[in-house]
């Protein structure tokens, strides 16, 4: 039985992929007949946005099929095999299986009803049969809940004692049982809602089911609000499905896989570690400039950290170069896409705050800049106050052969870099269709290279699915999340509590950034943005905030959460590609100095906001 639903989720998980590069090439189409020939159509435009949502959708169950939906994992890596299967088993029967099958019913109806009224596109032009693409909502579910319970059998399999898998669930059990009779609570339930939401990311359960599946559990006991509250739920979802901004979240990533396996990266960390490795401290420089240059043109950190790792922590070892400073300047400079546009976070934080994602990204480069120089400034004060940590290296190849063969391997990024954003900025094209221009321009310069073939655009096409469903089953959860966490009154408490008992837009700016700092320890930018950002919106509109100024603090800000010992996930990237070559105590020391400089990073852009404006 595993095997056939396994297989059946596997085809579709291939569908998906297939339809990443169907949407890439659509939107490029589309794109240059509106820009060159002024032709436009609105029914082309809605074909995208179905192949966006069909992608993804499908993308869900195999998703889970590669256990790719992230867990917090402080404990999770340390559990034995039985206790993974264990917590995978409870996993799927409390937290998947009753959202999926609530939120199915939801979506059966909406489709019916759309289905019963012959639905179509309330623009002139656009697509009829408006409930099949809603239907598609139906499919993945049901393929969700298959995959389930595939990974149940699957599970169960490696439990040895089933004597401990039946206690759990018996106490499992006995507290949901409890629950059901509506005893009154001990606690405001806004708390307990939110301790029994850390206490299940810390225990490694999948975050995306762990926020629809505790929103589930409290709308279901609470006598306050009841599952009504999520009847919106399937229309809240199918509003994300119809964001045109978002479209540009699967299309950016699919960049970036491509120019990670494009070799790309290898080339322009040896040619400019040969360009400044004759300065102290030059190496650890040129981790820098490249990975800025990754950041702007893949702006994945796993991909840059881990290419940077293999790449350039041998070459520095070897050189006598500190371990510390070489693991903190490659996980800091792998982390610069969280800030450095098209930066999916800055992509995110436009959609959840309402925000132009150009003028994001537009405001977002200097402070990229300041935070490169930074790095850079760093490491030669270091260098020269201490040779020894990163000696200059002497290399007998003339060095006007240097530069030209780094001219020759910078420049095709940096006109893909230009191509992308400069449109973007211009105005000249959306950011969906700018990241369909680069992902054409990261297959042509594949091409260029060499490296273009099946297996790579298999693997990134494959990759980014799994990727993309991840980030919407998030925000699926979180919007479940959000519908009851503000339905208790959530939103009102936060809001009083910033405006009534703080009392100064400072002093909100400051808690709001100590938290969202704080809570980077613990879980993922992802997480933050979904959940935590829009509870913090309306309070920023209360107090008259610039909110591009205050998206950009907090993108600052989550960068810091890939570097935050003892759980960042730079850090877990690096260790895991480094393997013995440094220990995890030297990683830990080697990035403090780097989050200090992040930090004051945010600090400049928070006392001098104008510099987020010097591009406009």
Not at 529 to 553: E, K, M, Q, R, T
Not at 570 to 596: H, N
């Amino acid at each position: 039985m595993t095997y056939l639903i396994d297989t059946l989720t596997k085809k579709f998980g291939y569908l998906s992929a297939l339809l990443a590069f169907a949407l890439t090439f659509l939107v490029g189409y589309d794109a240059m007949m509106r820009y060159l020939f002024s032709e436009g159509s609105i029914a082309l435009q809605e074909v995208e946005w179905h192949l966006f949502d069909i992608m993804f959708l499908l993308g869900l169950s195999y998703a889970l099929k590669h256990d790719k939906h992230v867990r917090v994992d402080i404990f999770f890596t340390h559990y034995s095999t039985e206790t993974k299967a264990i917590v995978q088993i409870v996993s799927m029967l409390i937290l998947v299986i009753p959202f999926s099958l609530f939120f199915l019913h939801g979506a059966y109806e909406m489709t019916i009803q759309s289905y019963m009224q012959n639905e179509i596109s309330c623009d002139p032009g656009g697509l009829t049969h408006r409930y099949l693409i809603k239907g598609v909502l139906v499919v993945a579910f049901v393929l969700l809940l298959l995959q389930s319970l595939s990974e149940i059998l699957k599970a169960y399999d490696h439990v040895k004692h089933k004597r401990k898998l039946f206690m759990v669930l018996g106490v499992v059990g006995v507290l949901l049982f409890l629950s059901s009779l509506h005893l009154p609570f001990f606690l405001d339930p806004l708390w307990l809602m939110f301790m029994l939401t850390l206490f299940l990311l810390m225990s490694g359960f999948q975050v995306a089911f762990v926020f629809g599946g505790v929103a589930f559990f409290f709308a279901l006991i609470s006598d306050e609000l009841g599952l009504s509250v999520l009847d919106m739920l399937p229309h809240r979802v199918y509003g994300i499905m119809d964001n045109v901004t978002l479209m540009a979240v699967p299309l950016f990533i699919l960049m970036g896989l491509i120019l990670e396996k494009s070799k790309m990266a290898e080339d322009l960390l040896l040619s400019m570690g040969k360009l400044f490795g004759g300065v102290r401290g030059g190496l650890a420089i040129s981790v820098v400039i490249v990975g800025a240059i990754l950041a702007a043109s893949t702006g994945i950190v796993g991909a840059s950290v881990v290419m940077m790792s293999l790449i350039a922590l041998p070459l520095m070892l070897k050189h006598h170069y500190s371990p510390q400073l070489a693991t903190g300047a490659i996980a800091a400079s792998g982390t610069l896409g969280q800030i450095i546009p098209p930066s999916i976070v800055l992509i995110v934080l436009g959609d959840q705050m309402h925000l132009s994602v150009g003028d994001l990204f537009k405001a977002a480069v200097v402070p990229g800049i300041l935070l490169i120089l930074l790095y850079i400034v760093y490491i030669v004060i270091i260098a020269r106050l201490n040779p020894k940590v990163a000696p200059a290296i002497k290399s007998d190849e003339p060095y006007a052969l240097v530069v030209k063969e780094a001219v020759k391997v910078i420049t095709p990024p940096l006109l893909l870099i230009l191509a992308v954003l400069g449109s973007i900025f211009a105005g000249i094209a959306s950011p969906t269709e700018s990241a369909a221009i680069g992902v054409l321009g990261a297959l042509l310069l594949a091409r260029m290279n060499g490296s273009l073939s099946f297996d790579l655009m298999r693997y990134a096409s494959i990759e980014s699915v799994k990727l993309s469903a991840m980030i919407f089953m998030i925000l699926i959860g979180a919007t479940a999340f959000s519908l009851v966490f503000n339905e208790l009154g959530g939103d009102d408490m936060a809001l009083q509590f910033f405006t009534g008992d703080m009392g100064s837009a400072w002093t909100f700016i400051i808690i709001a950034m100590a938290v969202i700092f704080l809570l980077g320890f613990f879980i993922d930018f992802i997480e933050i943005a979904f959940v935590v950002v829009p509870i913090l919106v309306p309070i920023v509109s209360a107090f008259g905030i610039d909110p591009v100024w205050f998206a950009i603090l907090i993108a600052l800000n989550l960068q810091a959460s890939f570097l935050t010992p003892p759980f960042g996930f730079a850090l877990f990237y690096l260790k895991g590609a480094a393997g013995d070559m440094v220990s995890t105590g030297q990683i830990y020391k080697g990035v403090i100095p780097f989050i200090a400089l992040q930090i004051l990073a945010l600090v400049i852009v928070m006392v001098f906001p104008d510099l987020i404006y010097l591009l406009t």
